[in-house]
């Protein structure tokens, strides 16, 4: 088991610039999530997934994010028109199978800056 | 708003000393994670905690659940740089859904050699 995985771990984008964030969760995790995080604040929920099924998206989130899980494996969010407030750690967790325990595996992250 | 509350925000000691960070909200969780974060990297799973009062150790490293479920601490014995970190408590809820854990702002560790 590689743990999960993000691409790409830095992301460099002028603004009203169009990113897309991939994913790929241990594998057997039903669950994933989004975290989003900024410097000095702890991670942030933005959405969670159940297989294929998209079950919670964060009120925070903006329409210009969206966040797709086609066939229960790997996940992509987007962010469109991007904003110099969109600088953030992007975040994605998976949490295995039947567990009623919530723990959540981390990838890497992705770093995005928005200039 | 299910706010989880961490303190101290930061922490530096020297190398071999004793410590202890805290994790508290008014809410009930069903269950309550540490995790350890180093820069530029994300979150590393150290412990779940499931019922009231349960003590689980990890080394030098022992986390208590509160009995009423509110509230966590991590005592760190004997510390060394390798501690050196953010350290985030997460906790669901006991009346959400299993896909949303709520992140306290972390305690920044610096063990000095």
């Known amino acids: 088991d590689t743990g999960v995985s993000q691409d790409p771990r830095h992301k460099i984008t002028k603004r009203g610039q169009n990113v897309t964030f991939r994913c790929d969760p241990i594998s057997e995790h039903n669950r994933l999530y989004w975290y989003r995080q900024t410097l000095g604040q702890g991670p942030e929920f933005l959405t969670y997934f159940q297989n294929e099924a998209q079950l919670e998206k964060s009120r925070l989130l903006s329409d210009r994010f969206s966040a797709e899980r086609p066939k229960g494996s790997f996940s992509t969010l987007e962010i469109q028109r991007t904003e110099q407030g969109d600088s953030a750690m992007y975040l994605c967790?998976?949490?295995?199978?039947?567990?009623?325990?919530?723990?959540?595996?981390f990838g890497p992250g992705t770093r995005l800056t928005v200039t | 708003t299910q706010l989880l509350e961490q303190s101290p925000q930061f922490l530096s000691i020297q190398e071999g000393e004793n410590l202890t960070v805290y994790c508290n909200s008014s809410?009930?969780?069903?269950?309550l994670q540490w995790y350890r974060q180093e820069p530029g990297e994300g979150p590393v799973l150290l412990v779940t905690?499931?019922?009231?009062?349960e003590v689980k150790k990890l080394k030098r490293l022992t986390f208590q659940f509160g009995d009423a479920r509110k509230d966590s601490s991590l005592h760190i014995t004997a510390a060394q740089p390798g501690d050196t970190g953010l350290y985030l408590c997460a906790g669901t809820h006991i009346n959400t859904n299993a896909g949303k854990s709520t992140f306290g702002d972390g305690t920044t560790l610096t063990v000095k050699p």
């Open positions: 905690v499931v019922t009231g009062g």
């Open positions: 967790a998976s949490s295995p199978r039947d567990r009623a325990r919530y723990e959540q595996y």
């Open positions: 809410s009930v969780f069903s269950s």
